[in-house]
């Protein structure tokens, strides 16, 4: 099993706190959910396990590991942004080329990750063509013929229909059994809820709650229903307690 520990990670941008000391960790077979409102920092903390966002404090990654990078893979919102190859074959193949690979071991490792993402018999299609469900299984399944042990999913649903959401978290729970830790960046907590273990809710950079899935996503509906309430009072010129302050 393995495991990647924070300690007091803190992340600034432009002196604005957007990670506040953040202490959690993560580990293999574990799907983590990860909610909060907007500009929460949800994703900043997924691109700071995949190493593209500088940070103080601490990760601990396991040994036989240099760098937190090396364990993770990150997948975006967006797959167009990620999708490079000019056919489905070719787009896996051409994240595998930089890692110093034989050909044979190459192709080994793009048929394995298509045939997981029921993707092989599109192999010749331009990604261009398929459709949304089918574009982000293959951002999943480019990540993982580099075979990273943790996936960072950052709102993978947001742009798909509900056939493409379905697709997808059969693609999570397949992940699962293969042993990689995976986290879930979502405001889609009922799509993903079935197949996550542990929640992590995070407000203004900071962990609010960590625990039960159902725990969590309650917490969060509540909180969001309370802000909502908060901001519509004051839009109405009300006090929180529905009165109206007199002038
Ligand atoms: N490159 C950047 N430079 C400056 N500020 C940034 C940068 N990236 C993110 N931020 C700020 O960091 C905060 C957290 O952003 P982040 O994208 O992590 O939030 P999020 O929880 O993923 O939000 P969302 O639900 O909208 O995806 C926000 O205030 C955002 O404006
Ligand atoms: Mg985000």
Request: hydrophobic share 40%; net charge negative.
């Amino acid at each position: 099993m393995l495991e990647i520990i924070l300690r007091n990670v803190t992340v600034n941008f432009s002196n604005k706190v957007v990670l506040d000391s953040i202490s959690t960790y993560f580990k293999s077979k574990e799907a983590v959910l990860v909610v909060g409102p907007n500009g929460s920092g949800k994703s900043t903390l997924l691109k700071v396990l995949a190493g593209i966002i500088e940070y103080s404090g601490e990760i601990i990654v396991p040994e036989n590991y240099l760098e937190v990078s090396d364990l993770t893979g990150y997948v975006f919102q967006n797959p167009e942004t990620q999708i490079i190859g000019s056919t489905v074959w070719e787009d896996v193949i051409f994240g595998l080329e930089n890692i110093g690979l034989s050909k044979d071991e190459m192709e080994e490792r793009a048929n394995y990750v298509l045939e997981l993402l029921e993707l092989s018999h599109l192999k010749d299609f331009d990604p261009y063509y398929l459709s949304g469900g089918q574009k982000q299984r293959l951002a999943i399944a480019s990540m993982l013929a580099l075979e990273p042990e943790f996936l960072l999913l950052d709102e993978v649903t947001a742009m798909l229909d509900k056939n493409g959401k379905k697709e997808v978290l059969l693609a999570v729970e397949k992940l699962k059994t293969l042993g990689k830790g995976i986290l879930v960046a979502t405001h889609e907590l009922n799509v993903f809820a079935p197949v996550c273990d542990r929640c992590i809710f995070i407000e203004d950079g900071r962990i609010i709650f960590e625990g039960d899935v159902h725990d969590g996503i309650k917490l969060y509906k509540e909180s969001a229903k309370n802000q909502y309430l908060s901001e519509k009072l004051q839009f109405e010129g009300r006090n929180l307690d529905g009165s109206v302050e007199i002038q």
